[in-house]
């Protein structure tokens, strides 16, 4: 029986991997992102100790992008530079490949759908204690007494009391506050001149109805705006599919043929492996 479940944003994780851990190498082949990506696991694995973990990765195609083609175009490098399609490769080694082949059964990607979706779609009506992995900041709408977030980079964990202190608002209504003030990571303009404070202002009704930015909310403009986004920054997005979540099967033995395909030498025949059994056994 699962008591509890981790779900991993595993796009964050690789583009983590990719920035911090270098262009490595091992007999020519690009190993900087796989060696990342598993030392990133193994810490989240001691640090929350999974009763059950899944993967989520974006598609490569975005029904968002198709309906709103600006959107994540901040992102864009156009044509990618080698070292970045050298990341890409990796990202697809470790979807396709290495994390069945670890026996991690719960490895989810839906064509057209983010792992934003997937791991909405799951903190639905969920049956366990759902910790989520992920520093996108549009993951708070889902926040509940069941859903936490650990974001890996501050090495912090919010809860949903934690996020109504900080914020003043239920965490349901995040996704109104991105709908006004947008979301810069993904390219998605809000009414311009009120950021998230202002935004949350209006909402709990401090804002005063005769300012610039009350005015701009309130306009016709505005409400178009906000109604464009509701569909970009809701999660999940709707025909994101349910997924079943099984129980996991570890394999140590592939992860030291892993290590040892990879040339990630340093990790065998220490307790590093010996954990790895402790949080994925």
């Not at 479940?5 to 583009?15: I, P």
Request: aromatic share 12%.
């Amino acid at each position: 029986m699962i008591r509890s479940l981790v779900v991993v944003d595993c796009n964050y994780l690789c583009y983590r991997a990719h920035y911090t851990t270098g262009p490595l190498e091992y007999k020519g082949q690009p190993t900087g992102v796989i060696f990342g990506f598993l030392n990133q696991l193994a810490m989240i694995g001691q640090t929350l100790m999974p009763d059950n973990i899944a993967f989520t990765w974006d598609s490569r195609r975005s029904i968002r992008k198709q309906k709103y083609p600006f959107y994540k175009d901040n992102r864009k490098k156009d044509p990618p530079d080698q070292f970045m399609l050298q990341a890409y490769g990796q990202f697809n080694v470790l979807r396709d490949q290495l994390i069945t082949t670890l026996g991690f059964q719960n490895n989810f990607v839906q064509e057209g759908y983010e792992a934003d979706d997937i791991m909405a779609h799951i903190c639905q009506n969920p049956p366990v204690p759902i910790t989520l992995t992920t520093s996108d900041d549009d993951m708070l709408q889902v926040l509940s007494p069941q859903v936490k977030i650990y974001n890996l980079g501050r090495k912090e964990l919010m809860d949903h009391k934690t996020f109504r202190k900080q914020y003043g608002i239920r965490s349901s209504r995040w996704v109104e506050v991105k709908q006004i003030a947008g979301c810069s990571g993904d390219n998605v303009p809000g009414i311009q001149g009120v950021k998230e404070k202002t935004a949350i202002k209006y909402l709990t009704g401090q804002l005063k109805e005769t300012t610039k930015a009350y005015q701009a909310i309130t306009s016709p403009e505005g409400q178009q705006i906000i109604e464009r986004n509701e569909w970009l920054v809701k999660l999940p997005l709707p025909g994101t599919e349910p997924v079943t979540i099984q129980p996991n099967r570890f394999d140590k033995r592939q992860l030291i043929e892993i290590c040892k395909q990879y040339g990630f030498r340093k990790w065998l025949n220490t307790q590093w492996l010996e954990d790895w059994e402790i949080y994925f056994g």
